[in-house]
């Protein structure tokens, strides 16, 4: 059982978070998932109540707060909260509800995100049954950086304070005080029309297949299908020469302005698509990041290049830097880091044609070959 009892200063020891450090990420089991990837709900403002138990007085007035009194709060587009629980009894017995829009909660059965975040001893043996428990609430910016720490008090003070930070907190957009822009390239004329004409009409006579994303389990990368997430069809391009042909257009226009901007050398490119989001199928693609596998942890850019620009919707986004969206210019690329967050919008009308690569260097394509060992079935191994 753990000890919601403040420990006594000095004796254990407990990872010290501040204010403007990145939260860390991780993966755990939640009301929502029973593998929750915490890194896919920035964009908004999050909460996260380390409150331990909801079977003591103080776990129970805490879960009420949010749960009932300050509900409102908590809409999933400004505020998200997620309860941090260590007592399997909190579900069993109902005690800490998911209630959508806004409120879910991680069952931290074995302490993983409480030595993360310094609510257990980060160095406490997992399973131990004697564990104290520092309860507190953490409030991140859209950005996952920690913004105000909150210990809970003996007189329940806490709560009424969180609640006011979180009323006066400014719109999602503003949260650093003015618009922050994302920090990606914009860059015209990658591909003439004509060439761009020439894939799009490589992809009409042949056809596209439905694509998926990876995804990790049980250490294993694996392709995942789910259009719920993900709508979108691919060609793939095998003909040497055109490949050839897009090497030396990214080499020429991209790789540069990258240089410039990032202090990095792309050497390497992986996947020859032509790709299509449809109107008709409800293309899309929600918030995701394009490393976070071990078989894509290669990627160091990603290149969104539009064949076309007779559609509506389908525009990128970076949820952790405000709701614009971007559009390039027929020809022209966005490219940004493959950890950025960022989703693409349902296409409303006609049809958007992209050709999507990725972008690393020699240190990276070490990187993906090492990582053959932990890719499932139908993933093809890589040869640097």
């Known amino acids: ?16 978070l501040q204010v403007g450090d990145p939260a860390p990420w991780f993966t755990q089991a939640c009301t929502a998932n029973p593998q929750y990837h915490f890194e896919a709900a920035a964009g908004r403002y999050l909460v996260l109540c380390f409150y331990g138990t ?5 776990g129970y007035e805490t879960l ?6 300050h509900r409102d709060l908590f809409d999933d587009d400004k505020i998200a909260l997620f309860g941090v629980s260590c007592d399997p009894s909190d579900a069993s017995e109902a005690r800490a509800r998911q209630i959508l829009p806004g409120i879910r909660h991680f069952w931290d059965i074995d302490g993983r995100i409480g030595r993360l975040y310094g609510a257990i001893p980060h160095d406490a043996a997992p399973g131990h049954t004697q564990v104290a428990l520092r309860r507190f609430w953490m409030v991140l910016n859209p950005t996952l950086r920690i913004r105000a720490i909150f210990p809970f008090r003996g007189d329940g003070s806490d709560r009424e ?16 005080g003015f618009e922050v822009p994302a920090p990606i390239l914009i860059i015209p004329d990658v591909f003439e029309p004509d060439f761009c004409r020439h894939l799009i009409g490589l992809y009409q006579k042949h056809g596209g297949e439905e694509s998926g994303f990876m995804r990790e389990v049980d250490g294993k990368t694996v392709a995942a299908h789910d259009p719920g997430y993900k709508r979108r069809k691919d060609f793939t391009i095998t003909d040497p020469d055109l490949i050839g042909q897009l090497q030396r257009r990214i080499m020429r226009r991209v790789n540069p302005e990258i240089e410039k ?31 976070t596998t071990k078989g894509t942890a290669h990627r160091r850019f990603a ?16 949820p952790e830097y405000g709701s614009r969206s971007y559009k390039a210019p027929l020809g022209g690329a966005v490219v940004f880091s493959a950890p950025l967050l960022h989703a693409v919008s349902k296409v409303t009308t006609g049809r958007r044609f992209a050709f999507l690569p990725f972008l690393y260097d020699e240190a990276a394509a070490r990187i993906r070959e090492a990582n053959n060992a932990a890719l499932g079935e139908g993933v093809g191994a890589y040869k640097a």
């Open 1 to 16: 059982m753990i000890d919601p009892n403040e420990p006594a200063p000095g004796k254990l020891a407990y990872r010290a």
């Open 54 to 58: 909801g079977s003591d007085e103080i």
């Open 64 to 69: 009420r707060v949010f749960q009932e009194t």
């Open 161 to 176: 304070e969180v609640m006011t930070c979180l009323r006066a907190l400014p719109p999602v957009d503003r949260f650093a």
């Open 261 to 291: 901007v990032h202090f990095f050398r792309p050497t390497r490119m992986e996947r020859y698509i032509v790709s299509c989001y449809a109107a008709e199928d409800g293309g899309h693609f929600r918030a995701h990041r394009d490393n």
């Open 303 to 318: 290149v969104s290049i539009n064949l076309n620009d007779d559609f509506e919707g389908g525009e990128v986004s970076f």
